[in-house]
């Protein structure tokens, strides 16, 4: 089964939580039109894998996506494992993995074990568009780890 997007978030104000809504819109070099972190910089859209927010649900926490203020919640991808460079296609979005975790900014719903600090992303937007729960998430490998297609490092089978 593919991955694909659970929800979709936006946040009004930083330092709270963001709250689901059903669509949004993602400019190229911006972010999501209308939260509070979309901008210039490497940090445009957050994300978040579903598989966290269920580890928080199993320790006894009341949690819903938005509420470590990721715009966008992925289930059946490990974000913590994609190197930096990853590039993700969704629709026709094409985010860029820049970094993997953060410090929390305020008061935290899992203080001790708080998902951002290891397992959330960030990602700059490479290509806009619109997105909706239930659309399909594909990894593309960084561009730095492909190799040219005429090269002397190739095996000899190859």
Known sequence: M????VALCIGREKGTSKTPVPKIEIR???GI???VHAGAGDRQVSLLDWESLVRMRRLG???????FAENITIWGVRLKELPVGTRLAIGGVLLELTGIGRSCQGPCVAPRNC?????????RVLSGGALRSGDTVK??????ALLPE?????????
């Open 2 to 5: 593919p991955a694909k997007i």
């Open 28 to 30: 190229e070099n911006f």
């Open 33 to 35: 039109v209308g939260d």
């Open 61 to 67: 926490l009341e949690v819903s996506a938005g509420d």
């Open 115 to 123: 998902p951002p600090q290891t397992e959330g992303a960030f990602a």
């Open 139 to 144: 990894i593309i490998r960084p561009t730095a």
């Open 150 to 158: 005429k090269t002397d490092l190739r095996p000899a089978e190859a």
